[in-house]
């Protein structure tokens, strides 16, 4: 006789060990949380109000949702997507922007401009600045700091990459002249602004900024926190040079975007010493040169600059169709895709 059978043949189970339980005896752990499970259907957020990242600070997220400021924090979903000033996006939470509400961000929308960065030229890993800008605003001092030519290069070069129009603003010119650095992009088609110290020339510079979104890039101490505190009305901190190394300290160290005061947006950027370029598409480099260059001749040709290949647009330029100064930034960009360990059209 199996154990499962009735020891005492009378067809009860009071003396059998097993066979008083049926399925109604397992016992079930409750859910300790006391709510429903987990699904793995997620919000479309269709009808979530949207807004625009105007500044990032240690995980909270200032977004501009109407005419207000709503604090928020990126929801878990996004995982590792990163959200930067400048972004368009979702949310959903508390967007009353009462003093103590959290917001989420839980949707980021497709930027059209990315800026970004590299630790050094050979990294790969991007720093993303800024996205969704127009134009960069190159700002760089006639003197203290003296403008560093390759550096403008670089920012140029990322401009270009990131599809927003370069504009050069050249600070305290009254400490010296500016022409002798500028006649070194003669060849480009770039828009140009002076400043002194004491005579910022907002009529120019409203022109430039009026209903556009404009980031700002220079070297530490070229007195770009003081043209943005006079644009928008802010408070940024301004630094000085230090005397013995002339190199300007850093004062601001986060991306925000500031209302000008005529119309626009202008986000201003912590000021860098150096701007890799490991990210950059080194085809986009030499393309983005011809599409800016100013011809003093016309192509033998009759085709632009910009149709030209790569090894081309290097025999035109050394054949003097951009004059001596293109010459110079075509080697200074050569020297930068040297650096990126592209190899170099003019050998192909």
């Not at 154990?3 to 043949?9: I, L, N, Q, S, V």
């Not at 429903?36 to 105007?54: F, H, L, N, Q, S």
């Not at 709503?70 to 967007?95: C, F, M, N, Y």
């Amino acid at each position: 006789m199996s154990w499962w059978d009735d020891a005492d043949g009378d067809d009860t189970d009071e003396d059998e060990p097993y066979g008083q339980y049926d399925e109604s005896s397992v016992r079930v752990r409750p859910n300790p949380k006391g709510n429903r499970p987990r699904t793995k259907v997620r919000p479309t957020y269709e009808d979530a109000p949207t807004g625009w990242v105007t500044n990032v600070d240690r995980g909270r997220f200032g977004v501009l949702v109407g005419d207000q400021v709503v604090t928020a924090t990126k929801a878990r979903e996004l995982g590792r997507k990163s959200v930067v000033t400048g972004d368009h996006v979702s949310l959903a939470g508390d967007v009353s922007g009462d003093p103590g509400s959290l917001a989420r961000i839980v949707k980021v929308d497709e930027r059209t401009t990315l800026l970004r960065r590299s630790a050094d030229d050979t990294d790969d890993v991007e720093r993303v600045i800024v996205a969704n800008a127009d134009q960069m605003l190159i700002v760089v001092a006639a003197a203290d700091p003296s403008p560093r030519t390759r550096l403008i290069d670089r920012y140029l070069v990322a401009a270009f990459d990131a599809g927003l129009d370069p504009v050069l603003c050249i600070t305290k010119t009254d400490l010296a002249d500016p022409a002798p650095f500028l006649a070194h992009f003669a060849c480009l088609d770039l828009r140009i602004v002076t400043s002194r110290a004491d005579d910022v020339p907002f009529d120019a510079l409203h022109e430039v900024l009026d209903d556009r979104v404009t980031v700002t890039v220079g070297h530490s101490g070229v007195g770009k926190s003081t043209l943005v505190n006079a644009l928008t009305g802010s408070s940024r901190a301004t630094g000085v040079v230090n005397a013995v190394t002339g190199r300007g300290r850093h004062t601001s160290s986060s991306s925000i975007a500031l209302q000008v005061r005529d119309g626009g947006w202008i986000i201003d950027t912590p000021g860098v010493r150096s701007f890799g370029l490991g990210h950059v598409d080194p085809a986009n480099v030499f393309r983005a040169f011809a599409a800016h260059a100013v011809p003093v001749r016309e192509p033998a040709d009759g085709i632009p600059l910009d149709q030209a290949h790569d090894w081309e647009i290097v025999d035109r330029v050394h054949d003097g169709e951009l004059g001596p100064t293109g010459v110079e930034r075509l080697d200074s960009f050569r020297a930068l895709l040297t650096g990126m360990g592209a190899s170099d059209p003019g050998t192909e």
